[in-house]
């Protein structure tokens, strides 16, 4: 499934770092039947590319996945070969970014300023990642969002949740990358259904 059309079924993206690869799967199944079309396994998790493999295998054409904490144009290459599709970063990295445009995956590289901003933009990269996103604030994305191209699509990631994603989205976020608000190391399969269900519901009620 491209990213795009995963955002538009729901806009979240659940970042389920520290995740192992024999529970990768049932995790990932959790936040399917949620509601959620979009993973990402953070490259410091334990042994990330293979829980990516397995991900994919299990949910290609259904789902959108990838890897977060990708800081290396090395790294991009060895996401694809274990079938990723989303490249997503902590930070702005035009090497990043263009290397994942050339191989045609989607790079969502984290920024905080209008200059980052507009570097990932120009390296190619159509989903800009605020992070942390509640560092900056809601009122600092909706300033950058008046002189943003219209298709760049922000993320608002690091300390946003169901509480406070009506505020984000009002400013001009369009998408979400959840962490601990879905996935925490050790947590079970079912907390995992539990909080994805919250979040969903939570996206359901934005305008």
């Known amino acids: 499934m491209k990213l795009n059309d995963a955002l538009a079924e729901c806009p979240v993206v659940a970042i389920i770092r520290g995740v192992r690869p024999e529970e990768a799967v049932d995790h990932a199944q ?9 993973v990402e396994v953070p490259l410091n998790s334990p042994e990330p590319l293979e829980s990516i493999r ?7 054409g259904r789902m959108a996945i990838g890897a977060g904490t990708v800081l290396t144009p090395e790294r991009v290459d060895a996401v694809q070969d274990a079938g990723g599709r989303i490249i997503v970063s902590p930070n702005t990295n035009t090497a990043v970014i263009r290397r994942s445009v050339e191989l045609g995956l989607d790079s969502a590289p984290g920024f905080a300023t209008a200059t980052e901003a507009f570097a990932a933009y120009e390296a190619g990269a159509r989903h800009l990642k605020l ?18 191209p219209p ?5 608002a990631v690091g300390g ?24 925490r190391p050790g947590q079970s399969v079912a907390d995992t259904a539990q909080k994805a269900s919250r979040i969903v519901a939570a996206v359901k009620a934005l305008a």
């Open 30 to 38: 959790a936040l399917f039947d949620g509601g959620v079309r979009g």
């Open 54 to 60: 397995r991900i994919v295998e299990a949910f290609e």
């Open 151 to 155: 298709d760049a699509i922000v993320w």
């Open 131 to 148: 992070f942390p996103a509640v560092t900056y604030g809601v009122t600092h994305l909706r300033q950058l969002k008046a002189v943003l």
């Open 160 to 183: 946003v949740g169901p509480d406070t994603m009506g505020d984000w989205w009002a400013a001009g976020a369009r998408a979400f990358g959840l962490g601990g608000e879905l996935y």
